[in-house]
């Protein structure tokens, strides 16, 4: 999936905090996008962790690549292993 | 790989380490500025988006390209007007190609050979190398209807710059006038064999895969069953069938053959533009059997563009007529030729299964066959009427 995010998208208002995810299958792996991210701690081909209000989004995985979309959203593509998540204040 | 509006619109690459990596994601995410981050640590991101971003990665140490795709392309040549004139040079040039006629592709026909239907459609202007502005296809194709007797349909579709030619011979079209005409039917076997597969579209299958049947057995009925509403009809299938059958031919040692031989010009023709200027021409009486030689000679430029005219020439061969034998070697080799093109016009729509071929000397000559066995369709639609 590859989904801009645009301000006349009505369905934002449905996208509530702390973060939203959405994940299909692709011939790379997997297509995950993450809503409501504020902010890339780390960076990495196999880890990933990302900064939302109500705490950090760790993905584990193998040749994972990240975008950036507008809205604060992220899209990740790669395969990905495993998400963690770390509740908490950013 | 950058995707395609990146490529078409311009994209810089901006390269940092891996600690300022992801403050630079950051920053980027909360502008709402879109870019693709790569594992080895670049960024690619639209021309338009850069120049927002320096503004705000100025505290971060990270190196940037110039611009690539194709608008990065542009920017860097120097003779900008050359390759502007070159690509409208090339855009003329693919229009003016397109309106040529590149390939011509014959369809529907089975007895006028391609070359014949390719010379048909020459002789009324139309060929490869003709302009489709200037062509008008329906003209075209009321000419070729009009003077060749051997087509009865033909259609020109143009798909780009090939010409699609699809035609109807004549003689499709008597056979199946034939048909519509007989009311009353049953198929029957046109040769003895075995039945290898039977197809019923209308009428009641008299025989079965495997049965062996002789010439005249009916094979579909004309007779409706009771279960099918019963009454008559024209009887409608395909009854393929294994054949065996031997083809022989003989060849008598002695032979008559024309010698001291002379040809003797009868006729000169000039054709210009399809216009025949007769030139030349002896009237007297042929005799019978002699050679007939018809010699065309197409004048071209160069050898290469063929001139619109032709030198038409015909020969009557004389010559003194004689008794020959035929060596031994001679005497197979010519009843083999025979054997070959008496298999081949025998076998034209079969299949062969199997072949075996043998020969032997007789008195006065040679005698070789050929024991074919092959699967053809064995049908004959045999039309029959009620008693009054």
Known sequence: ?90 | MAKIDSIIFGYRVISANSRELAKICSILLRAGISCEVKPDGRILMREKYFKSSVALLKDIQYTSSDVMGITGWIKRINNKAAVIIAIIISIIAALWTYNLVWDVRIDGNSEITDAAVIRIINENGFGVGNLWSKTNIDEIEKNILENCKAISWININRRGTVAYVTLLENDQKDGMDNTEKIKYANIVASNDCVIEEITVLRGKAAVKVGDTVKKGDLLISGVLPDEAGGGLCCAEGTVVGKISEEISVYVDREYTELTDKKEVICSVDLKIFNFCVNIFKKHRNLDAGCDIIKEINIFSLFGKRVLPFELHIDYAVNGNVSQSLYSDRELISVACDRLTSETARKLRDCDLISIRTYGDYTENGYSVSNKVVFTSEVGLCLPFELEK
Not at chain 1, 11 to 25: D, H, M, T, V
Not at chain 1, 42 to 63: A, M, P, T, W
Request: one cysteine or more.
């Open chain 1, 1 to 90: 999936m590859n989904r801009t995010y645009k301000k006349t998208d009505k369905s934002n208002g449905l996208i509530k905090p702390p973060f939203y995810i959405e994940a299909c299958r692709t011939a790379a792996g997997m297509s995950m996008v993450i809503s409501g991210i504020i902010g890339v701690s780390d960076y990495c081909e196999e880890n990933i962790e990302l900064l939302s209000h109500g705490g950090r989004i760790i993905i584990v995985g193998k040749f994972i690549k990240l975008k950036l979309l507008e809205l604060n959203s992220v899209e990740i593509v790669g395969k990905i292993i495993g998400v963690n998540f770390k509740y908490g204040k950013n």
